[in-house]
């Protein structure tokens, strides 16, 4: 890929060699702790560590770049390094003879459970008081996301200050990158920043204030300048994304981000666009960029008339070549097919915090809640679109693209956490093995962002992990908080308990009180919340006006 090369997937041995705690790690910016940099912090009951020695011991591994568990492991972690993976199947036992299990300051017995790398949000949202970042960050948590790409929804000093305490473990908390739009924290002028020769001086002085990944949302209206700055951003260790706005997809549409050398596409902008047999998207007369429901009412229905066959060959073939990520984003759009569904999801009461459902619900204020005019037939082009779409992201992975992992959640009835497990059914929608979404997910979210040590279970990557009660390359919804309803060998049925802990730099959460909390701050949230336009045809209180 032109931005950053290709990890290793070589498929996990039968003896792993044990690799120093103090191993350097090549490129990225994640690096191993040192010995007197491990202190074991205590978080109350949420979350320990990291441990001078962890050990993982008997656990099933997904590795993270698309093959089969393997195992059993015991999976020793120095600090926030796996050091060594030791196997324990029937095989290598025989073959290494009896031998001492190994142990350390803390062992987790992850019998008939499955480690797998933790999971980079390359897209989600904080959003702003009086929702929590708590109730984000324990939400992620939980549904194994160790690493997310977050806008900088409260501001690029607070999102940076929240970034350092991440790494520095300070918080219990995923590693974020902020994503922030092109000049921010720099005190360049509008003509400067819009100027294609000063896109390396912009790029050199983000990267100097700590920025990784830049958002190149509005600046599709100058391919020039499109150019520029993706050269300048690679050029100083940084990434692109791009959601493809439809007020300039006449001059930029996905083709020509990939070609321009942008690194991500986010959400689902751009392609159809690419693939029209008129150079322009058929708006109707009425049609104001600024009116969201007209927005995506037409960002549906352009799918139903984009050249098929020119999306599926020319576009992917291109895009392909040019070497971008496909940044999909599925699940925030899913409302959009049926908002009945989406409205009714039963996480909702217990675990939607009621500032969230309040900006969801339809109101031309807010962004994202256009569902106040949304018809059958916006339904019928959104079920269109996802179909089509998807065989767009098919034939990409088929071809050898890379289709990485976004949720942009906590907009449009996509709840934190729970949106990171349906994402990946909805990548499983499209055609793509479990093990491939797992694998976008994990080794090609962590390639797309250039952090070489991330998304595999591997001696020497970095222990950011999620341990599974059960299998979720057999079902992916046993990485849900509240499990999935399944058989025991007897044939007995029973809820599996979801991810029972999250590792994240070598610090242990406890799943369980994570969501707990979580539905404290949301009980708190939704005291005495009245009905409204969306509930109260099937509630029995009285609507307050």
């Not at 099933?60 to 390094?81: C, K, L, R, T």
């Not at 895009?319 to 989406?342: H, I, Q, S």
Request: net charge neutral; glycine share 8%.
């Amino acid at each position: 890929m032109r931005h950053f090369a290709l990890l290793s997937a070589t498929a996990l041995c039968v003896a792993v060699g044990a690799v120093p705690v103090t191993a350097q790690m090549a490129g990225g910016t994640l690096q191993p702790l040192t010995a007197s940099q491990i202190v074991t912090r205590k978080f109350g009951d949420l979350a320990e560590g990291p441990y001078k020695r962890l050990v993982i011991r008997n656990a099933m591994v997904i590795p993270g770049h698309g093959g089969p568990p393997a195992g059993p492991y015991d999976i020793v972690i120095e600090g926030n390094v796996i050091t060594e993976m030791i196997p324990f199947d029937p095989v290598s036992a025989e073959r290494r003879g009896a031998t001492q299990r190994p142990t350390g300051d803390r062992v987790i017995d992850a019998t008939g459970k499955y480690v797998m790398p933790g999971m980079i949000d390359l897209h989600t949202h904080i959003r702003t008081a009086p929702e929590e970042n708590e109730y984000v960050y324990y939400l992620k948590l939980a549904h194994g996301v160790t690493t997310m790409v977050n806008a900088a929804d409260r501001g690029f000093d607070s999102a940076m200050t929240a970034a350092r305490q991440s790494a520095r473990n300070e918080i219990v908390a995923p590693r974020m990158y902020p994503l922030v739009g092109f000049g921010t924290g720099t005190t360049f002028s509008r003509a400067q920043l819009e100027d294609p020769a000063m896109a390396p001086e912009v790029a050199k002085a983000m990267a100097a204030n700590g920025s990784r990944v830049i958002s190149m949302d509005p600046l599709g209206w100058s391919l020039e300048l499109v150019t520029a700055i993706a050269q300048a951003a690679k050029a100083n260790g940084m990434i692109t994304s791009f959601h493809l706005q439809p007020s300039n997809t006449a001059v930029t549409q996905a083709v020509r981000a990939a070609c321009a050398g942008i690194t991500m596409i986010e959400h689902h902008y751009g392609y159809a666009e690419s693939a029209l047999d008129n150079q322009s998207q058929d708006f109707p007369r009425h049609y104001g960029y600024g009116n969201e429901i007209e927005r995506f009412r037409e960002a549906g229905r352009v799918w139903t008339y984009t050249n098929r066959e020119r999306l599926l060959g020319e576009v992917v073939d291109s895009m392909y070549k040019c070497g971008v990520t496909l940044l999909p984003t599925r699940v925030v759009y899913e409302a959009n097919r049926d908002v009945a569904r989406a409205t009714s999801l039963p996480w909702h009461e217990k675990y939607t915090h009621a500032a969230l459902w309040g900006w969801n619900l339809p109101n031309p204020a807010y962004h994202g809640a256009f569902h106040y005019d949304w018809t059958s037939d916006d339904e019928y082009y959104w079920n269109y679109a996802f179909r089509l779409w998807g065989d767009l992201i098919a034939a990409y992975n088929k071809k050898g693209g890379r289709v990485a992992y976004g949720t942009d959640d906590n907009y449009i009835w996509a709840t934190p956490g729970f949106s990171s497990i349906r994402e990946l059914q909805l990548l499983r929608e499209t055609g793509m093995h479990n093990l491939e979404t797992i694998k976008a997910a994990t080794l090609t979210s962590a390639q797309t962002l250039g952090e070489p040590k991330l998304g595999l279970v591997r001696p020497g990557y970095l222990a950011d992990l999620a341990i599974v009660d059960n299998n979720p390359a057999y079902n992916l919804k046993f990485l849900y908080s509240y499990g999935d309803v399944t058989l025991d060998k007897d044939g007995r049925m029973y809820r599996t308990k979801g991810i029972v802990h999250t590792i994240k730099d070598g610090v242990v959460t406890n799943n369980e009180r994570l969501m707990e909390e979580v539905a404290k701050m949301v009980a708190r949230s939704r005291r005495n919340l009245p009905p409204d336009i969306m509930t109260s045809p099937f509630s029995t209180q009285k609507v307050v006006p």
